[in-house]
């Protein structure tokens, strides 16, 4: 079955601290990757996402993600987080399926401690 | 431009009642998903409409159903409520391509007692 598997569900780390979120999905063929934020109290909102060209994806906040696709792996990154970024975090797979069904992994919770 | 709006915004119902949660999407947008959303689960996906037409659907019961009408507002309907559908219900709304971006509403909470 298609499944998004993120690797960690609770993430600490201080201010300044580099961050990485694991990310894989089990499909074939051509997939769309995004990764998605749920800041406290507010909607659901995108942070880049990928559907082709240059793996390496720049999004909004400094937020980047690289697709390796040997790997099916979509790992979000950032050098150096703040206070703000607390929030959590969700990585999604669309992929067309006589329609597209956009499928989230279960999220990861990331406290940033200032 | 007008977000996803989704109401009610909280729903308490006790066990065997059913429920219709509405979900009016975006201007122009065509394509509705919902989602079940619990704490550690993610977002579970549950059908995804487009034109009036059911296209894809989620691994749940039949209990839950939709529909989406001609200006692409929809609703979902969970029939026979249980207690492990207390969770807080998402729709989102998009052109309907899978490339671009899904907006999602604020949710429906939804307990079931």
């Known amino acids: 079955a298609q499944s998004v598997s993120q690797h960690n569900h609770h993430v600490i780390l201080s201010e300044a601290a580099s961050l990485e979120l694991g990310c894989n999905y089990s499909?074939?063929?051509?997939?769309?990757l995004f990764w998605y934020v749920q800041y406290p109290g507010q909607h659901l909102q995108l942070l880049l996402k990928y559907f082709s060209g240059d793996p390496l994806v720049k999004g909004i906040k400094g937020f980047e993600a690289e697709f390796i696709k040997s790997k099916f792996s979509f790992n979000l990154r950032k050098p150096s987080v703040q206070w703000s970024d607390t929030a959590e975090y969700f990585c999604a797979v669309s992929q067309n399926t006589g329609g597209f069904k956009t499928i989230f992994g279960a999220g990861t919770r990331l406290f940033v401690k200032a | 431009k007008a977000g996803v709006t989704q109401t009610p915004r909280y729903l308490i119902k006790t066990r065997g009642q059913q429920v219709t949660l509405s979900c009016s999407p975006i201007?122009?947008?065509?394509?509705v998903s919902w989602y079940q959303q619990t704490p550690g689960q993610g977002l579970q996906f549950l059908f995804e409409?487009?034109?009036?037409?059911?296209?894809n659907k989620g691994n749940f019961p039949g209990r839950f159903s939709g529909r989406q009408f001609s200006n692409s507002r929809s609703e979902m309907n969970v029939s026979t409520l249980e207690l492990g559908d207390s969770a807080l219900y998402l729709c989102?709304?998009?052109?309907?391509?899978?490339?671009?971006?899904?907006?999602f509403g604020s949710g429906t909470q939804l307990s079931v007692l």
């Open positions: 409409y487009f034109s009036e037409t059911q296209r």
């Open positions: 499909y074939g063929g051509t997939v769309n």
């Open positions: 201007s122009g947008h065509r394509s």
């Open positions: 989102a709304s998009s052109l309907g391509t899978g490339v671009e971006k899904l907006f």
